[in-house]
């Protein structure tokens, strides 16, 4: 079974925007492109 969970998320239309040019960019999901840049938040939050 798989370890992901869903989760609502409520998000200012401006930065919904933001993200979905970005994933269409990166040529991933919104869904993905939101778990890439909280990985990415959390793991510079570790290092300081």
Excluded: H
């Amino acid at each position: 079974m798989s370890d992901l969970k869903r989760f609502t998320l409520r998000i200012d239309a401006d930065v919904l925007d933001k993200v979905k040019e970005q994933a269409e960019d990166n040529k991933r999901s919104m869904a993905k492109e939101i778990e890439y840049i909280l990985e990415k938040y959390l793991d510079k939050k570790e290092g300081e």
